[in-house]
């Protein structure tokens, strides 16, 4: 998109996947200062492994692909959605994104 300006919704959409993808890397870090103390794995690191970020971001392009660019109800209830799932993700309780372990 060089050049061209972002619509409302696109920037609401970046905006929301950032958010997700820094409090999944938050998490991540949170794991792993917890299985091996003393270990730092960079941003990068991070977001290559198999983890909360690497799922975060299937999911956000899986969802994605599912809705064309012109149904705005759609995407609006799919941000709605996703809000409701950060605020899910940031409870000090949920140690992962996704679930698996």
Same mark, same amino acid.
């Given at each position: 998109m060089s050049g061209s300006r *972002? +619509? #409302?919704l696109q920037k609401e959409v970046l905006a929301l996947?950032?958010?997700i993808l820094r409090e999944a890397v938050g998490k991540d870090r949170?794991?792993? &200062? &917890?299985s091996t103390p003393g270990s730092h794995k960079t941003v990068n690191q *991070? *977001?290559?492994? !198999?983890? $909360?970020? +690497?799922? &975060?971001?299937?999911e956000f392009r899986k969802q994605s692909q599912?809705?064309? !660019? $012109?149904?705005f109800k759609t995407i609006e209830y799919k941000i !709605?959605? #996703?809000k409701k799932q950060l605020q899910l993700l940031k409870?000090? @309780?949920v140690n992962l994104v996704g @679930?698996?372990?």
């Open positions: *972002l +619509s #409302g996947y950032r958010l949170k794991k792993l &200062a &917890a *991070l *977001l290559t492994t !198999r983890s $909360s970020t +690497s799922y &975060a971001r299937t599912q809705v064309r !660019r $012109s149904d !709605r959605k #996703g409870m000090p @309780g @679930g698996n372990t």
